[in-house]
């Protein structure tokens, strides 16, 4: 009898209309389009209109995904969404976007793991098929890191955009599947990448609005160390948990942070550039979605198809780090 594995069946993207250029920022802060694009490899990314937010984001990728599987909504029996953004801290964001797809009752809840919280739901959902508890997931993905930015603060305006995909997994026979994967979390790390206001640490209040404190903080520098090292780490975790090498690798599809730390960590796995999916060019960082925009753009480019083998691999607050081995197709 074979065993039961969770395949990919249906995988959807979106990015909202509204390009912010390098052109675009240098009249908003005092940057250049030189220094943005020889320091993170970015020209521009995308902005959700106004009206947008992480549901509606989300429930475009994932209508996408849904009617790339061929599935109707009534066969999914769970619904995981990974978001920082979510539209408000509670109720969750995978409720709201099932509500916009119209989907029967079913569990739907929120994952939040840094921009390693796709990895993290995509391994969820492949345990809870692999269980037998479910039979079909959809594991949506989706961040409007503009609404926590801080237009002033040009050491991260310059690195985010907005953006949702998402992927139908299902029970299966087949070979295929996502194989193994690696996760993990050091909390130690959390003041390096954060929120500091609105939780229950710090309620929100004047002062804190004053202070900015509702916008991101990150040390950048520290972070990039931090994910030179967790990216390669995280790849050779998921490939002993899927029993194979680099070398059985087609493709790597890794968060889109920073290109230079796309390259660093190629550079540290041995595995040459030519085999990593890369688009931060055009999007920057979108958090959680910038793995399945990949993947996406990977797929409608022919560079992934049935038993491509492909790991996607992602750091984040936290601080979190993961990658998965997928062989693609259902
Ligand atoms: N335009 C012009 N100058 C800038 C800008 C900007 N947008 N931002 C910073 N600078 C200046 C700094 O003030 C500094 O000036 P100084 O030397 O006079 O002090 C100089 O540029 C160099 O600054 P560094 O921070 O050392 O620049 P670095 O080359 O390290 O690049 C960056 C900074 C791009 C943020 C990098 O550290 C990075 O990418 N870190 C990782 C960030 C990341 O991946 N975060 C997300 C992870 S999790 C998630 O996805 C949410």
């Known amino acids: 009898m074979s065993a039961r594995a969770a395949v990919v069946a249906g995988l959807g993207a979106y990015a909202?209309?509204?390009?912010?250029?390098?052109?675009?920022?240098?009249?908003?802060?005092?940057?250049?389009?030189?220094?943005?694009?020889?320091?993170?490899?970015?020209?521009?990314?995308?902005?959700?209109?106004?009206?947008?937010?992480a549901s509606s984001l989300g429930a475009a990728a994932s209508r996408a995904a849904l009617a790339d599987s061929g599935v109707d909504p009534t066969a999914i029996d769970m619904?995981?969404?990974?978001?920082?953004?979510?539209?408000?801290?509670?109720?969750?964001?995978?409720?709201?976007?099932?509500?916009?797809?119209?989907?029967?009752?079913?569990?739907?809840?929120?994952?939040?793991?840094?921009?390693?919280?796709?990895?993290?739901a995509l391994e969820l959902g492949r345990a809870l098929i692999v269980a037998g508890a479910v039979e079909r997931v959809l594991v949506v993905a989706t961040d409007v890191l503009s609404s926590i930015v801080d237009w002033e603060d040009r050491s991260t305006a310059v690195l985010f955009g907005d953006g949702a995909g998402a992927v139908v997994l299902e029970a299966s026979a087949s070979t295929r599947g996502v194989l193994g994967s690696s996760l993990n979390c050091d909390g130690a790390g959390g003041p390096l990448l954060m929120?500091?206001?609105?939780?229950?640490?710090?309620?929100?209040?004047?002062?804190?609005?004053?202070?900015r404190q509702h916008y991101m903080k990150m040390a950048g520098n520290d972070v990039f160390r931090f994910a030179v090292k967790a990216l390669p780490e995280s790849i050779a975790g998921a490939l002993q948990a899927a029993h194979l090498t680099l070398e059985d690798l087609d493709?790597?599809?890794?968060?889109?942070?920073?290109?230079?730390?796309?390259?660093?960590?190629?550079?540290?796995?041995g595995v040459d550039l030519s085999r990593f999916?890369?688009?931060?060019?055009?999007?920057?960082?979108?958090?959680v979605a910038s793995i399945p925009l990949a993947l996406a753009e990977a797929r409608a480019a022919g560079r992934i198809g049935p038993d491509t083998v492909l790991a996607v691999a992602a750091f984040g607050a936290g601080l979190t780090w993961g990658a998965t081995v997928i062989r693609w197709g259902r």
Do not use: K
């Not at 929120?195 to 202070?211: D, K």
């Not at 889109?256 to 190629?266: F, H, V």
């Open 16 to 53: 909202p209309e509204r390009i912010l250029t390098n052109a675009d920022l240098e009249q908003m802060l005092d940057t250049s389009d030189d220094w943005i694009v020889s320091r993170t490899g970015i020209r521009e990314r995308r902005i959700a209109a106004p009206g947008e937010t």
């Open 277 to 287: 999916v890369v688009n931060i060019e055009r999007y920057g960082n979108t958090s």
């Open 195 to 211: 929120l500091p206001a609105g939780g229950s640490a710090m309620p929100a209040n004047q002062e804190t609005v004053v202070r």
């Open 251 to 269: 493709l790597v599809v890794p968060h889109q942070a920073n290109a230079r730390i796309i390259e660093a960590a190629a550079r540290r796995l």
């Open 79 to 120: 619904v995981i969404c990974a978001t920082n953004t979510g539209d408000t801290p509670f109720p969750c964001t995978a409720g709201r976007v099932w509500l916009r797809l119209n989907g029967p009752p079913r569990p739907a809840f929120d994952v939040q793991a840094g921009c390693t919280g796709w990895v993290y």
